[in-house]
């Protein structure tokens, strides 16, 4: 049987749009960001940190019962403590480390307005 794939865009920022995400922290993000997508069986296609705040990522996954919510809402907790482990200045930064909000699209529908029109509203 032929495996169907799905590629989902998702696009969040730092909590108040706060320069957190520093060229120290780039590296760091990025491994963990891999490993948290292998262990859950996604493959992190393309990973981009634009304004050392807003964060865009394409995902490609089987298609399954867990919805790209739940996913994208694990992966920010999971980032957020582990980042704050290693750096402590960012537990003094900011209370949150993401906003609550995120954007999420299928790969085919993406559309650029989109996604800026996502962080002016953030």
Not at 18 to 36: G, Q, T, V, W
Not at 45 to 73: A, G, N, R, W, Y
């Amino acid at each position: 049987m032929q495996k169907t794939f799905i590629h989902y865009l998702f696009v969040f920022c730092t909590n108040g749009k706060k320069r957190l995400l520093l060229s120290e922290i780039h590296a760091d993000f990025a491994s963990l960001a891999y490993k948290f997508c292998y262990e859950l069986g996604y493959e992190l296609c393309s990973l981009q940190i634009t304004e050392d705040f807003i964060v865009s990522m394409e995902v490609k996954t089987e298609v399954s019962d867990e919805s790209p919510h739940t996913f994208i809402t694990n992966f920010k907790a999971y980032m957020g403590g582990e980042l704050r482990k290693k750096y402590s200045f960012l537990k003094t930064r900011t209370p949150g480390m993401w906003t609550r909000q995120h954007l999420i699209q299928t790969i085919g529908q993406a559309q650029p307005n989109l996604i800026s029109d996502f962080v002016d509203a953030q």
